[in-house]
């Protein structure tokens, strides 16, 4: 099974983020960066 995790990619990668970002892939699911929110929210429904 595969798993999608999506969000914006921040301005800075804080050690929180990359934590977050290493514990989505070892638990199987690929983070999927995006420059804008509209990215996610809005494009996809248009």
Same mark, same amino acid.
């Given at each position: 099974? #595969? *798993? =999608?995790?999506? $969000? #914006? @990619? +921040?301005?800075? $990668?804080?050690? @929180?983020? /990359? *934590?977050?970002?290493?514990?989505?892939? @070892?638990? *199987?699911? #690929?983070? /999927? $960066?995006?420059? $804008?929110?509209?990215? /996610?929210?809005? /494009? +996809? =429904?248009?």
């Amino acid at each position: 099974m #595969k *798993g =999608w995790f999506v $969000e #914006k @990619r +921040p301005q800075v $990668e804080t050690d @929180r983020y /990359i *934590g977050k970002k290493f514990f989505m892939e @070892r638990v *199987g699911l #690929k983070v /999927i $960066e995006v420059d $804008e929110y509209d990215d /996610i929210y809005k /494009i +996809p =429904w248009e």
